[in-house]
């Protein structure tokens, strides 16, 4: 029924109704290899639901969601992960009692079975990866540091590191700079451009600065449909957008 | 909480806390009480099993059981099946209608032995079926619930039901169950006398030793991966399951692994009180295992030891003197510990067990300076109240 194409993502009249109201209406999107395409829109505009429903937290009405070519709507969550999606959600989502070193461990991707996870070993080549990672995301120093301890914005970086160790084909960041200082959505931002290499990303945001800095594509929603897609400057400049969103 | 971990993980204080309980349990309880004591805390000791199983699915899972009675039940009637079958040869059954089956079935009109019967005479069959048959009922219960995304108070009212349900169905079924007297008036173990004092014994030690063999699988599997893995899934279930794991899977393994150790628990308690009764599988002892971990400390497996001994002593005691106070006292107990101990007696020794320590730690320094060779014996005195 849904063609093959050569996106990561392939998103095709995606529909999910709550009781009639529809949440998501139709929405055809897609998502190239290294691209990071940043999806804004006012409240309620169905952007954290489009994620629920990739990653398979909420599940779809009508419609399709390939993930390189591999249909996600009749996946269960752990099996979306498993296929290369990983999904940061809105607020920190860490393991506060535990430190940097075993949230990261923790989300390394292997021994994701009940015996696997007994028998997993903290060999070498785990903690190298670690090291690897939390070099990236600016913890290096904290890997000893219990979770809880780190300022917010750290434990937004920590949440990608979780992501980025299982090295997903598709990233996808719900507001990510939420609540952090000028400087770290400086770094974040630089992180975010990094990362975005080999890989595709999704983001969230409000921010409209920060979205100047970070995305190669933009898509507006608007009550469950697009309104514009495009970059940045096209968006900025269409009528319809200005009309129920930036003009506000 | 994270200090309890790091101590499983570092193993040195964890280490002294389990080589403290076995020498209490294996050595000074045997060398100061009597026969009939040692008996009785033997039977305290088999309820152990049910708390520290509790540790595992409640303290580390999450997920309160109300149910542990259940297979706490399903290992002792195991355990009272095969040994009310020995007792039932037809030379001792010979005033019976029927001989050769046991009394209780006599005295309900029935004529044949049971077909789910039949198997207990093996020794073998009884000893895999205590092992498997609370675990894989627990596997039905954990798969019905944890697929399904039910958790938390549900999960408890479901289990306690199912506990009830069970009382009620053994209560019923009194021709093959016993009914509400349960199955009593054992005898033998293989042609040995278990009513004798050298058996008690026997039984005692081998308790104590399945009961630390219990720990420290336990803690084998906390320390683990899984281990973390389970704190992880108790903080935040939707991180872990957008990890790429299936949740559900990881709670029915300690679900079904607490329902094991309970069992082997309530086969035990059948060989050293003798009997087994549908008191010990219904609410009120599911909901007593329950304060027995949270009085140890609900994340401390040593501790939920010492929370069991702790309250069935006082049990003891005050319900010889003031029976009908005791139970007021021990709902009072569970609701103080909960508002101002929530993590037990093992949590005040992290809280302020270092005075202790300090001391000892300064008496220490004090032999040390005086004279090198009492070393040794300063450091075994030193952690004299560890429980975590």
Not at chain 1, 19 to 37: C, I, M, Q, S, T
Request: charged share 15%.
């Amino acid at each position: 029924m849904y063609s093959n194409t050569d996106y990561t993502l392939a998103v095709e009249g995606l529909t999910v109704s709550f009781d009639g109201f529809k949440a998501v209406d139709d929405l055809n999107f897609y998502l190239d290899k290294n691209e990071l395409h940043v999806v804004i829109g006012p409240n309620g505009a169905g952007k954290t639901t489009v994620l629920d429903l990739i990653c398979g937290k909420t599940k779809a009405t009508s419609g399709s969601i390939k993930f390189l070519n591999q249909e996600l709507t009749e996946l269960s969550e752990h099996a979306i992960v498993r296929a290369g999606v990983g999904r940061k959600f809105q607020t920190p989502s860490i393991y506060e009692n535990l430190t940097v070193l075993e949230n990261l461990e923790v989300s390394y991707p292997q021994g994701r079975g009940v015996f696997g996870a007994l028998m997993f070993k903290r060999t070498q080549t785990v903690l190298d990866k670690i090291h690897e990672i939390a070099r990236e995301i600016m913890l290096e120093t904290e890997l000893d540091t219990e979770a809880g301890l780190l300022s917010h914005g750290q434990k937004q970086w920590l949440e990608i590191g979780m992501l980025l160790i299982q090295d997903p084909q598709l990233l996808m960041l719900d507001e990510p700079v939420a609540g952090m200082s000028v400087k770290e959505r400086e770094q974040t931002a630089e992180l975010l451009n990094k990362i975005s290499m080999g890989r595709s990303v999704l983001v969230i945001e409000h921010d409209m600065e920060f979205v100047a800095q970070i995305a190669h594509k933009v898509t507006v929603l608007h009550q469950g449909k697009i309104l514009a897609t495009g970059d940045m400057a096209e968006v900025q400049n269409d009528p319809n957008v200005i009309e129920v969103y930036l003009g506000h | 909480m994270s200090f309890v971990y790091e101590k499983l993980m570092g193993g040195k204080q964890g280490m002294v806390g389990l080589i403290i309980l076995s020498a209490l349990i294996l050595v000074v309880f045997p060398m100061f009480l009597d026969s009939f004591r040692l008996n009785l805390l033997g039977k305290y000791l088999t309820y152990a099993f049910a708390a520290v199983s509790l540790v595992l699915i409640w303290g580390y899972g999450g997920t309160l059981s109300l149910g542990q009675g259940i297979f706490f039940g399903l290992g002792g009637y195991a355990m009272a099946m095969f040994l009310k079958l020995e007792a039932s040869s037809p030379e001792n059954t010979a005033i019976q209608s029927t001989p050769g089956i046991p009394d209780f079935m006599d005295w309900n009109q029935i004529t044949a032995l049971p077909w789910f019967w039949e198997p207990f005479s093996s020794f073998s069959f009884t000893i895999i079926a205590i092992l498997v048959v609370p675990t894989f009922f627990a596997f039905l219960i954990g798969s019905a619930m944890f697929k399904r995304r039910v958790g938390g108070v549900y999960f408890a009212i479901i289990t306690q039901v199912i506990s009830v349900i069970l009382t009620v169905l053994i209560v019923g079924q009194q021709g093959f169950t016993g009914g509400i007297n349960g199955i009593t008036d054992l005898r033998t173990l293989n042609g040995w006398d278990i009513t004798s004092d050298s058996a008690k014994n026997i039984f005692y030690y081998v308790n104590c030793v399945l009961l630390i063999g219990v720990i420290v699988l336990s803690r084998w599997v906390l320390t683990s991966k899984f281990g973390r893995l389970l704190l992880a899934i108790r903080d935040k279930e939707d991180r872990v399951r957008f990890s790429g794991y299936d949740v559900a899977n990881f709670k029915i393994f300690i679900f079904c692994l607490a329902a094991m150790i309970s069992a082997i628990g309530g086969a035990m308690f059948t060989l050293q009180v003798g009997f087994m009764s549908p008191s010990f599988v219904g609410i009120v002892p599911s909901i007593e295992m329950v304060i027995f971990a949270a009085v140890g400390g609900r994340m401390s497996l040593i501790g939920a030891v010492y929370g069991c001994l702790l309250i069935n002593f006082g049990k003891t005691v005050f319900s010889e003197s003031f029976p009908e106070l005791w139970l007021f006292l021990m709902g009072g107990l569970f609701i103080a510990v909960v508002m101002f101990f929530p993590n037990g007696l093992a949590g005040l020794w992290q809280d302020y067990g270092h005075y202790v320590t300090d001391r000892f730690t300064a008496i220490k320094n004090k032999i040390l300076n005086k004279s090198t060779p009492s070393n040794d014996s300063a450091k075994k005195t030193l952690p004299e109240t560890e429980l975590s």
